[in-house]
């Protein structure tokens, strides 16, 4: 791996070539595509090689960034001038940072990371002894997506709360994904992978004199490390929110626009919102057409249903070091879960009276009725206005609840949760066409540049070929023509003999 020295010296070859205060460019700054393309070839080998061998994953990729994408990287991510950003040499691996570099990754910022890296994720990775490096790209999503959230219901993030909230999972060596634990489920929409992300990375150095650069230990680990809460910083109930938050399902990519990571403190490029942030926070959710799809895909299978909630039945090894604060409040999906999977809505007369007191018997306090299992087809009055009442602004709502005739007002809630639920159906539906034409779209320009790559390809060889066949050509004249010379001075020293 080469030493600061080494970068040093090739940084200042390549300033040799940078632009003139004048704006005029040198030829040399004008990228050489034949050496760009060897060297990824090269790559592409050794990493081969390496995968043969067995190492893991960290020492065989290589950063694919170029020297271009520094600019990108700093406007993307936030950063001020205090932090410096080093591009990777093909030599270079994640793990093995220069010193007081640190490892970072562009899919990281696409969801959601911005500099400084937020105080309670640095906290959340000191607590579990492993580096804000070594995350995946999802787990910023949801845990910045929960920082929002918290912040918005004016919640603190304390690290009590968002530890017993999360759980971190191992998907390899030196790699951790931090997400909602399955009870908590009420953030959805990460996309499910996110091709070539480790070939994506770069360093980065923060450059401050005076306080702290890091508030936590950003050393690479291995696996997360089983330590003791400290005690809270102040007491908070987080009921309340679990429970509002627990009726609702979240899309991560809408929670992490840049104007709400901006208006909640996380990013520092002071984008405004346009807008009512509460229809923001609002819009990005799915309601109950996401809920009740899912318990629909899974009536009739009891046992799906717990392993969604039971997390011994995810891949990977649940390393999650205690369990939550509050049960209870997290109890009621899976009882909705179980009565909708066993077929409790076929006598919905027989269990209205019953089913409240066997919640109340399971979870040991007193809980609302919720065996509704559709808002359409079984809307139930008072839990239709309590929803209803969640939209009403603050200062309608002693007139909303005066009203003299209840029928009118449950009417109004019934029919507008049915536009809520129909509503969100179909932005689903738009949203999903959308991502498939612009799938699509960007299919085609793939198959499109691929195709001019192979036609200019094909040029070239052409042209080499032709340029080839010229030369032979001109070298068998040249060759006919000196034969010619020979047999003609052949004949004159005979006849002169």
């Not at 938050?245 to 929670?255: I, Q, S």
């Not at 996380?266 to 959710?285: P, Y």
């Not at 969604?308 to 649940?318: A, F, L």
Request: aromatic share 8%; charged share 25%; with cysteine.
């Amino acid at each position: 791996m080469s030493s600061i020295d080494d970068r040093a010296i090739v940084d200042f070859v390549q300033s040799l070539g940078s632009p003139s205060s004048s704006g005029t460019i040198s030829a040399n700054t004008v990228p050489n595509k034949v050496s760009r393309r060897e060297l990824l070839a090269r790559i592409n080998i050794e990493e081969a090689t390496l995968l043969a061998e067995g190492r893991p994953w960290y020492e065989i990729k290589a950063s694919l960034l170029q020297e271009s994408d520094k600019a990108f990287i700093k406007d993307f991510s936030g950063m001020s001038d205090q932090y410096d950003i080093l591009i990777p040499l093909s030599e270079d691996r994640a793990h093995l940072s220069p010193e007081g570099y640190h490892t970072f990754y562009i899919n990281q910022l696409e969801m959601g990371l911005r500099f400084p890296v937020p105080r309670f994720i640095q906290s959340l990775c000191d607590h579990l002894s492993v580096s804000p490096s070594q995350l995946t790209p999802n787990s910023y999503s949801s845990l910045l997506g929960l920082g929002i959230l918290l912040k918005y219901y004016q919640a603190p993030l304390s690290l009590h709360l968002i530890y017993n909230m999360t759980q971190i999972r191992q998907q390899d060596v030196g790699k951790f994904f931090i997400r909602l634990k399955p009870e908590y489920g009420f953030i959805k929409g990460n996309p499910s992978s996110h091709k070539g992300w480790m070939s994506r990375y770069f360093f980065v150095r923060r450059n401050v004199r005076e306080g702290i650069v890091w508030y936590c230990d950003m050393s690479w680990a291995e696996k997360p490390t089983k330590r003791v809460l400290p005690p809270p910083i102040q007491e908070y109930n987080p009921i309340p929110f679990i429970k509002d938050a627990c009726t609702k399902c979240f899309n991560a990519r809408d929670l992490i626009r840049e104007d709400l990571l901006c208006h909640f403190g996380f990013s520092r490029k002071e984008v405004a919102v346009e807008g009512d942030l509460a229809e923001i926070i609002m819009k990005s959710h799915l309601l109950e057409a996401y809920k009740k799809k899912k318990s629909e895909a899974s009536r009739g299978s009891t046992s799906q249903a717990e392993e969604r909630v039971d997390p011994t039945s995810e891949e990977h090894v649940d390393l999650s070091l205690e369990e939550p604060v509050n049960p209870p409040p997290v109890e009621l999906p899976k009882e909705k879960k179980r009565k909708l999977s066993s077929g409790g809505d076929k006598h919905p007369k027989k269990k209205k009276t019953s089913s409240s007191t066997e919640l109340n018997t399971e979870a040991g306090t007193s809980q609302p009725d919720v065996e509704v299992s559709s808002f359409i087809a079984q809307p139930v009055a008072s839990t239709t206005v309590a929803f209803f009442q969640h939209f009403i602004p603050p200062l309608d709502v002693p007139v909303v609840s005066s009203a003299s005739d209840k029928k009118i007002t449950e009417a109004l809630a019934s029919h507008f949760l049915q536009a809520l639920v129909w509503g969100g159906e179909l932005s689903r539906r738009v949203t999903k066409a959308r991502e498939v034409a612009h799938s699509s779209k960007r299919s085609l320009n793939d198959v499109m540049a691929k195709h001019d790559k192979l036609m200019k390809e094909i040029e070239e060889v052409r042209g080499a070929s032709d340029a080839e066949k010229r030369s032979l050509e001109q070298k068998l004249t040249d060759s006919e023509a000196s034969i010619i010379r020979l047999q003609e001075e052949m004949n004159k020293a005979g006849e002169e003999a």
